[in-house]
Nanobody, 124 residues
Framework: QVQFVESGGGLVQAGDSLRLSCAAS????????IAWFRQAPGNERERVSC????????TYADPVKGRFTISRDNAKNTVYLEMNSLKPEDTAVYYC?????????????????WGQGTQVTVSS
C-alpha cells in the first residue's frame, strides 16, 4: 500500500521551531523529487520548498528563505522540513508531494503522491 504521511505539526508561538517529516511507504522515495506546500484558510496552495531526488539541489520560496530547511534521508524514505523563527503567517496545513519531472522544482510538475497534510499553527 502506497502511503505518504506527514507528521510534526502543532501549535507553537512565534519564534519557535518545528520539524515536519514526510515518510513514504510502498514506493522508493529516492527516485522522486519532493516539494513541500502549504495552504492557509482562504488562500491558494503555496509551494514553499523543493528538493531534488538526491538532495543535491534545493529551492525556497521568498517568504521562508533563510528560516526553513528542506532535507531528505533516502535510506529512511523520509523528507524533512525544518522550520525556524516561525511567524503567525506561517500558519497553514503543510503537505509534501512527490514527482519525477526532469526539473526538480518544476512549477507545473505532475505529482504522483501527496500526503494528507499536517497542521501548523503559530500564535503571536
Amino acid at each position: 500500500q502506497v502511503q505518504f504521511v506527514e507528521s510534526g505539526g502543532g501549535l507553537v508561538q512565534a519564534g519557535d521551531s518545528l520539524r515536519l517529516s514526510c515518510a513514504a511507504s510502498g514506493f522508493a522515495l529516492q527516485y522522486y523529487h519532493i516539494a513541500w506546500f502549504r495552504q492557509a484558510p482562504g488562500n491558494e496552495r503555496e509551494r514553499v520548498s523543493c528538493i531534488s531526488y538526491d538532495g543535491g539541489d534545493t529551492t525556497y520560496a521568498d517568504p521562508v528563505k533563510g528560516r526553513f530547511t528542506i532535507s531528505r534521508d533516502n535510506a529512511k524514505n523520509t523528507v524533512y522540513l525544518e522550520m525556524n523563527s516561525l511567524k503567525p503567517e506561517d500558519t497553514a496545513v503543510y503537505y509534501c508531494a512527490a514527482h519525477r519531472d526532469s526539473y526538480y522544482c518544476s512549477a507545473g510538475a505532475s505529482y504522483y503522491y501527496w500526503g494528507q497534510g499536517t497542521q501548523v499553527t503559530v500564535s503571536s
